[in-house]
C-alpha cells in the first residue's frame, strides 16, 4: 500500500489525467493532500491567471471526484501529534511533511513524493519513498 503526497498527485493527475483515477485508487491520502491540491488549483486561478474561476471550479470538483477513489487519513491523537512533531524537529522537517512520514511509519505504507529531501529524509528513518517515475514504471 502507499501515500502519495500531494506533490506526487499534481504530477499524476497533470500526466495522466483520466487515467490517474486508475493509479490512485486504493492508495492512502491525507486530508491535508485535498487542501494542498485544492490551493494549487487556486494558485493557477488567482495568482498566475492560467485558468479562469469558472475552470478552477470545474477543476475543483473534478478533484474532488478523482480523490473520492481514495482512503483518507489523518493525524488525530495527541501521541500522533507527538510523535509526528518528533519527527519533524528529528528530520527538520515541516510538520506537514512529518505527517506523511508519521503516516507512512505507522501504517507500513511507501511514501510517494516528488520532494528530493522528503525522500532523502524518509529514507534516512527507514520508510520506503519512491518517486512518480517508479510508482508509473510498477503499473501494468
Known amino acids: 500500500m502507499q501515500i502519495p503526497d500531494s506533490s506526487a498527485v499534481a504530477i499524476i493527475l497533470k500526466r495522466l489525467r483520466e487515467k490517474s483515477i486508475e493509479i490512485l485508487e486504493d492508495k492512502v491520502t491525507l486530508d491535508l493532500t485535498r487542501y494542498e491540491l485544492g490551493n494549487v488549483v487556486w494558485k493557477e486561478c ?47 522537517l515541516t510538520f506537514y511533511d512529518a505527517v506523511y512520514l508519521y503516516i507512512a511509519r505507522s501504517k507500513g505504507l511507501t511514501l510517494i513524493t516528488e520532494d528530493k529531501e522528503l525522500c532523502s529524509k524518509a529514507r534516512r528513518v527507514k520508510i520506503k519513498a519512491i518517486r512518480v517515475d517508479e510508482l508509473l514504471r510498477e503499473q501494468p
Not at 69 to 83: H, I, L
Request: proline share 2%; charged share 40%.
Open 46 to 92: 488567482a495568482l498566475n491567471k492560467l485558468i479562469s474561476p469558472e475552470e478552477a471550479v470545474n477543476k475543483a470538483k473534478d478533484l474532488a471526484k478523482i480523490l473520492e477513489v481514495t482512503k483518507v487519513d489523518k493525524v488525530e491523537s495527541s501521541e500522533d501529534f507527538e510523535r509526528t512533531m518528533r519527527l519533524a524537529t528529528e528530520l527538520k
